[in-house]
């Protein structure tokens, strides 16, 4: 509550003393600058960050890595549209890469092009620049139909050739599409990074600058895109460029517990997946090392972008992001090259922030995630921040982040919808189709936990202190939790419904509610964690008062209420008061 009184004070200084200034020109020498290095499919379990130095030297050294930040949507243009809102994926409802239920087309139809990060930025004086993968499905045919909007400059890589490592198709402001057939794809984006860093600096505007390259995402030979009746997508080991093919040659996929396991691990199509034979594992190693491989002109970008801002005289102005849309498995739980999972490999994503009073050289374990990175941009440059938010902004100076009164969120909500696809050259089971979950990641002070409900209506409970690799499913074949198993003390079966209860609230939360959602099980205020919740005083309220549990009616490929069980009722406080307006808890308002 001290929190909340405190943020809302605090936007409305701001909207009283920013916005008159953001009517007349900006000076640059006051705003901030953010340079966001957002790249595709790159995993923090796997050990990406370990092979690139100068992210290394330049970020992680000089700036704080958030250790346990999330992405809530494990494919990338969902999770993009998330980032780009600051909303969840079910207030979004771009909820898939592919038309009907998301890509470029669906992000259009949902109005979001009049709506979203980019044009949010010039309202508030900002210039604003994009060079790479914007989304999915935004192609060579449909990237003037209309044009994103929302930017100065910018030079989109295009669909059907967005993931051709050595045939990309780039296409600047109004201009047609133009192809580099031959060259390699992130030297191509580099230096287009580079022009619009100094077209940025000579503008003498305050800019956001967003660099999105294709690696470490599989090289795709797409022949049509998800526009067509019948495309045909031929995925394979990313290309590295060819100063860098002999790297690495020993590296291989971490051999934790749940590489590969002798008995099959996790929940609906991913336990009835075969072990990988001998074959299969030696291509997912090269496939491995081919990513680490076209990482390294990433590395060399982000050198190239650091070394422009320092002879810019940018540098002690500029917030530095980095970032990626989804992380990455290879081999965990038998599962061929992908994301689209609930696992840590999936949803743990880098997220490293430079800049001005930003801490140096330290690792946080605060709980962040996709969403809150919108409000973040808008905290770092000064913009009050939006009611539709669904995250809050992250902690990024010492004050922030010890902040004794600072009472962050603990949780992740993590959502899904339709299928997950193997990105080797090996077969995966078409009952990927089947991938649509509801989870929870939950780390607090003496647990750490995931929880998930599938579309079949199966659970998973991973406790992550004990299990960090997630091979124990705490619920039985025959959905019975162990009562053999505490959590702070206590049985899981007492720990159960709570979870379900937390679930059940942010499978449709909008706003505040998301960030905190114990408020709309206990309006009073008493309640603010999941230690709290599982005082026993409780019991009876999660046993037997919130009797409605999370239950899909059947599994389909989007976001179609029919299929979504019962929802959580926002609209009662026991006295006939509606309790949410605008995504804000009833007594906030008052
Ligand atoms: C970063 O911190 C570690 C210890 O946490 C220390 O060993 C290292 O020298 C520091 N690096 C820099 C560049 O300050
Ligand atoms: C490369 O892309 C262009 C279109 O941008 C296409 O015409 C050409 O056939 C492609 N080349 C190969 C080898 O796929
Ligand atoms: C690509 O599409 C064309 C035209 O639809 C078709 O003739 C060709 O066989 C396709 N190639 C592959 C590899 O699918
Ligand atoms: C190994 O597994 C792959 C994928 O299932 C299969 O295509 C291949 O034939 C297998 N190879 C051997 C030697 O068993
Ligand atoms: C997917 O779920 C649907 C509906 O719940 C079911 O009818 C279908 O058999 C499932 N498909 C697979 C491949 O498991
Ligand atoms: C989400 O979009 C799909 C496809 O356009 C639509 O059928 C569905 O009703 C939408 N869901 C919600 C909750 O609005």
């Given at each position: ?7 809302l004070?605090?936007?409305?200084l ?64 969902p ?69 994103p ?9 295009l ?69 067509d ?33 002798e ?7 991913i ?150 696809a ?28 995931y ?37 702070l ?24 509610v ?56 926002f ?6 008061n ?12 008052v």
């Open positions: 509550m001290r929190a909340l009184i405190r943020l004070l605090w936007v409305s701001r909207a009283t003393t920013w916005f008159p200034a953001q009517q007349q020109s900006l000076s640059a020498r006051h705003k901030p600058n953010i340079v966001f290095v957002l790249t595709d499919d790159q995993d923090t379990h796997l050990g990406s960050l370990d092979y690139m130095p100068h992210v290394q030297r330049h970020l992680l050294n000089s700036g704080t890595y958030y250790r346990s930040h999330y992405c809530t949507t494990s494919v990338c243009c999770s993009r549209v998330t980032l780009w809102t600051g909303r969840l994926a079910h207030n979004t409802n771009v909820t898939d890469v592919n038309p009907p239920y998301g890509g470029y087309p669906k992000f259009i139809s949902q109005g979001f092009n009049e709506n979203y990060l980019p044009v949010w930025l010039r309202e508030a004086g900002y210039n604003t620049y994009y060079v790479g993968k914007l989304f999915n499905v935004h192609t060579v045919d449909n990237y003037n139909s209309p044009f909007n929302g930017f100065t400059s910018h030079e989109f890589l669909d059907p050739y967005t993931y051709d490592y050595l045939n990309s198709t780039f296409q600047r402001n109004y201009e047609a599409p133009r192809s580099y057939e031959g060259e390699y794809v992130t030297d191509v984006l580099a230096q287009k990074a580079y022009t619009l860093l100094e077209e940025a600096a000579e503008a003498q505007k305050p800019f956001f600058l967003t660099v999105a390259p294709s690696a470490p995402h599989c090289n795709v030979f797409m022949n049509g895109t998800g526009l009746e019948h495309p045909f997508f031929d995925f394979g080991a990313p290309i590295p460029a060819k100063r860098h093919q002999q790297l690495f040659d020993d590296a291989n996929v971490p051999r934790t517990p749940s590489f590969n396991p008995i099959p691990s996790g929940a609906n199509w336990k009835t997946l075969r072990r990988q034979n001998q074959t299969n594992v030696e291509y997912n190693d090269h496939f491995y090392r081919n990513r680490l491989r076209a990482l390294q002109a990433v590395d060399e970008m982000v050198d190239g972008i650091f070394s422009r801002l320092e002879g810019l005289s940018l540098l002690d102005n500029t917030y530095v992001v980095y970032s990626s849309d989804n992380g990455y498995h290879i081999g965990q739980h038998r599962l061929q090259p992908g994301k689209s999972c609930g696992f840590e490999e999936d949803i743990n994503v880098p997220l490293i922030i430079r800049g001005p009073s930003v801490r140096e050289n330290v690792t946080t374990d605060i709980v962040t995630t996709h969403t809150d990175l919108a409000p973040t941009f808008f905290r770092l440059l000064g913009i009050p921040l939006r009611s539709d938010f669904d995250g809050e902004p992250i902690p990024v100076t010492r004050e922030q982040i010890e902040s004794p009164y600072l009472k962050r969120q603990e949780h992740v909500t993590v959502e899904y919808w339709g299928f997950a193997g990105e080797g050259i090996y077969d995966f089971d078409l009952s990927a189709y089947n991938n649509t979950y509801k989870a929870i990641r939950i780390k607090g002070a003496g647990y750490n936990l929880y998930s409900v599938w579309c079949n209506n199966e659970h998973e409970l991973y406790d992550l202190d004990t299990d960090p690799h997630q091979m124990t499913n705490l619920f039985s074949e025959n959905e019975k939790v162990s009562s053999s198993h505490h959590i003390g206590i049985g899981i079966p007492k720990v159960v419904p709570r979870l379900d209860s937390l679930l059940l609230v942010l499978k449709s939360c909008k706003g505040k998301c960030v905190s959602p114990w408020k709309a099980l206990h309006p009073n205020g008493a309640v603010n964690c999941l230690k709290d919740a599982l005082n026993e005083v409780y019991d009876h309220f999660y046993e037997v008062e919130q009797s409605t549990r999370v239950v899909f009616d059947e599994c389909v490929r989007g976001y179609l209420l029919d299929a979504e069980g019962p929802q959580f009722d609209d009662r406080d026991g006295q006939g509606n309790l949410i307006r605008d995504g804000l808890l009833w007594h906030e308002w």
